[in-house]
T-cell receptor, first 111, second 114 residues
Framework: LAKTTQPISMDSYEGQEVNITCSHN???????ITWYQQFPSQGPRFIIQ?????VTNEVASLFIPADRKSSTLSLPRVSLSDTAVYYC????????????WGAGTKLIIKP | EAGVVQSPRYKIIEKKQPVAFWCNPI?????LYWYRQNLGQGPELLIR????????DSQLPKDRFSAERLKGVDSTLKIQPAELGDSAVYLC????????????FGNGTRLTVT
């Protein structure tokens, strides 16, 4: 099981771009990288998933270098409503569902 | 589409009492998960179902926890008897099988054992 390391907390300001980096040195060949967002009193919500290079959707981008030992979630022009906990998970959902959830990164956006 | 529905949202019970949580997954999702989340921590998998079969219950404390998924749709997680340490948020999630399909979570049941 690939273990991930991400900052415990970060803060930024409205309108800024926020980058959260996740380290996963022992990522396996078949592993995907998935990010979730969690607000208080809600379940985690899927944000983005990728395998290599760059993935972009309507809410975020995910940058994955060639060695895949880390990944960076990029949130463009954050707002106060982006204050949440962000989890990075690495694994192959098709063969191993015991993905290890760390404590995540608590992102606080200030006005 | 309707999301994962869980009930109740909150439950307060005294220790040694039984408690049950209910989950209705997203229509068409054949995989269902129960997670437990303690304050300040990430979710911890308790059990995973593919259709009506529990394919991974290695993390479920079987002396007091039980789960079922009737007809491969709704699921119930039960604790009997509850202990103080069971206080947590119990999350249900569902997904399609395969393709590294992302999990869709409900908003959980917050259990407080006094």
């Amino acid at each position: 099981l690939a273990k991930t390391t991400q900052p415990i907390s970060m803060d930024s300001y409205e309108g800024q771009e926020v980058n959260i980096t996740c380290s996963h040195n022992n990522i396996a060949t078949n592993d995907y990288i998935t990010w979730y967002q969690q607000f208080p009193s809600q379940g985690p919500r899927f944000i983005i998933q990728g395998y290599k290079t760059k993935v972009t959707n309507e809410v975020a981008s995910l940058f994955i270098p060639a060695d895949r030992k880390s990944s960076t979630l990029s949130l463009p022009r954050v707002s106060l409503s982006d204050t949440a906990v962000y989890y990075c998970l690495v694994g192959d959902m098709d063969s191993n569902y015991q993905l290890i959830w760390g404590a995540g990164t608590k992102l606080i956006i200030k006005p | 589409e309707a999301g994962v529905v869980q009930s109740p949202r909150y439950k307060i019970i005294e220790k040694k009492q039984p408690v049950a949580f209910w989950c209705n997954p997203i229509s068409g999702h054949n995989t269902l998960y129960w997670y437990r989340q303690n304050l300040g921590q990430g979710p911890e998998l308790l059990i995973r179902y593919e259709n009506e079969e529990a394919v991974d219950d290695s993390q479920l404390p079987k002396d007091r926890f039980s789960a079922e998924r009737l007809k491969g749709v709704d699921s119930t997680l039960k604790i009997q008897p509850a202990e103080l340490g069971d206080s947590a948020v119990y999350l249900c999630a569902s997904s399609f099988i395969g393709g590294n399909s992302p999990l869709h979570f409900g908003n959980g049941t917050r259990l407080t054992v006094t």
